[in-house]
């Protein structure tokens, strides 16, 4: 008997499958309704599959009755599959026969799916803590766990927790009478920087194209929330959405304090003002990383891989949602839009990489773990690796806030349009500061002199409330009990930083957030 379980939140994530026997997934179908998604079932009386998929207002749909269960002719019903699994969006597709089950996945990374096998049942869920609570601690996954501690993250299906799996871009997870495994994909094909000819209209095709990525979904525009940070990527967003649907979108924003956040403030303002944005904002040094009214310090569930911020992150989803908002476009994907190739740069990645440093109080297994980093990881993607992991990291948020996250700026097509470009186009992000030097930003407003950073509020969060749990995890931690952390070398680090060194916070954070993670799932 093979099952698929069913996970309180958010319904959509759960299916069922017992006994030989077909169940109408109507009613898990039904309490998710969003504009900007669609759901089909279809079966030959053999075989069953289920899609989740953002829905594309230029294709029609397959069925008339989203939600219903179709019954289709055995040609038919192969024909509508592989239909889904070449759906340009994002999705996630579940076939279920007599053999097992199959979940598939989109190129987007939107909303990525973690997968458990646990006594013959497969869980899904968005949310990972979902799985992790239902497994507990007894097993962690050594060189994830080290990636994690070490800030050396990478792309591939593995958790910290063993035996929970977050399937990659295009992955297949089989779940047979053997257990659940995972193929990566084959390594998609990327673009080489070509010359270009005369009178090119670089500006042109770039618009044309992120206009093209943000009219690619459907969605009633008043529901729409446009990440608007101030900086270049987010800006791109705005002032592609506002021309398309001009005074009938917010925007939203953490803000920062003190100088830079008054310039943040001034160049938000242009924008908000010229793109007719009802402005919706968050003071993020009053939510800052461990606060107490935060999950993390309250002790509920949460995961590794969440938003840094989250707790401000949150608040701002919450505003956002009270607002109506139930798509939010971000500028996720900008960076790496217009990065420079490996041999572009000055110091080549591997070496960058080798010359980062590595906590002093990584314990014997984390550092015998070390070598590990880079094997078992996915093949190279559609999306660059740090956009899945962004997408990765904030979804969850998203969710749970009912918003659909939607990242124009990792098309498919936007991204071949820039591996093109010669590579003066792509240096310090001169295709983002130039075309919006010709929608008529003043220079102080595209090169503004201070650095509009989260890093204070980081130091603040660590200093006030994290330095607390810290104590606590000197006398008692779970990554320490398995060998993860020294925790005598983390002693003497904590009592440089008492003092006021600044240089390891982001590890600080890295060790405080992981030991909340697997607390919460015991």
């Excluded at 983390?490 to 607390?519: I, P, Q, T, W």
């Amino acid at each position: 008997m093979l099952k698929l379980a069913i996970p309180s939140r958010p319904p959509i994530t759960g299916w069922t499958w017992t006994n030989g026997r077909y169940v109408n997934v109507s009613s898990w179908i039904e309490p998710f309704t969003h504009s900007s998604l669609e759901h089909f079932a279809a079966t030959d009386a053999e075989s069953i599959y289920f899609c989740v998929r953002e829905r594309n207002p230029r294709k029609n749909s397959v069925f008339p009755s989203p939600g219903d269960v179709e019954l289709l002719e055995s040609s038919m019903y192969r024909i509508s599959l592989d239909a889904m699994r070449e759906w340009p969006l994002d999705f996630t597709l579940v076939e279920i026969n007599r053999a097992g089950a199959q979940v598939s996945t989109g190129a987007w990374g939107s909303a990525p799916v973690y997968l458990s096998d646990i006594d013959g049942t497969l869980y899904g869920s968005w949310l990972l803590p979902d799985l992790a609570q239902r497994r507990g601690v007894d097993g962690l996954v050594d060189r994830e766990v080290c990636r994690f501690l070490a800030l050396r993250h990478r792309y591939g299906c593995e958790t910290v927790f063993s035996g929970v799996y977050r399937p990659t871009e295009r992955a297949q997870a089989k779940l047979t009478s053997t257990g659940l495994s995972i193929t990566y994909p084959t390594a998609a094909l990327h673009a080489r920087p070509r010359t270009l000819r005369s009178g090119a209209a670089v500006l042109d095709y770039y618009e044309g194209l992120l206009a093209q990525a943000v009219q690619a979904r459907e969605y009633t525009p008043e529901q729409i929330v446009v990440e608007l940070s101030g900086g270049l990527d987010s800006a791109n967003v705005a002032m592609t959405v506002a021309s398309l649907y001009p005074s009938r979108c917010s925007s939203y924003a953490l803000m920062l304090d003190g100088p830079a956040g008054q310039q943040q403030t001034n160049r938000r303002q242009v924008l908000v003002h010229r793109c007719g944005f009802r402005d919706l904002r968050v003071a993020a040094i009053e939510h800052p990383p461990f606060h107490p009214d935060g999950r993390r310090t309250r002790g509920l569930p949460v995961s590794p891989y969440d938003e840094p911020y989250s707790e401000a992150f949150e608040s701002l989803l919450a505003v956002a949602q009270r607002a109506g908002a139930r798509v939010a476009m971000t500028g996720i994907g900008g960076d790496e839009l217009v990065a420079p190739y490996a041999a572009e740069q000055e110091i080549p990645p591997a070496v960058a990489e080798a010359r980062r440093p590595v906590p002093a109080w990584l314990g014997p297994r984390a550092k015998q773990a070390f070598v590990e980093v880079d094997t078992g990881t996915a093949p190279g993607a559609v999306l660059a690796e740090s956009s899945l992991l962004a997408s990765a990291c904030r979804a969850p948020a998203f969710l749970a806030a009912e918003i659909w996250p939607v990242s124009p700026l990792c098309s498919p097509n936007l991204i071949r349009f820039a591996e093109s470009l010669p590579f003066e186009w792509r240096r310090d992000k001169f295709l983002h500061r130039e075309r919006l030097a010709r929608l008529g930003l003043a220079p102080e407003w595209i090169a503004p002199p201070l650095k509009e950073n989260f890093s204070h509020v980081m130091e603040y969060g660590l200093r006030r409330y994290g330095l607390k749990i810290l104590e606590r995890l000197l006398r008692e931690s779970i990554l320490a009990d398995y060998g993860f952390i020294d925790i005598h070398k983390l002693a003497d680090a904590y009592r440089h930083m008492a003092c006021g060194d600044k240089s390891k916070n982001a590890f600080f954070y890295a060790a405080l957030h992981l030991e909340s993670s697997v607390r919460s799932a015991c």
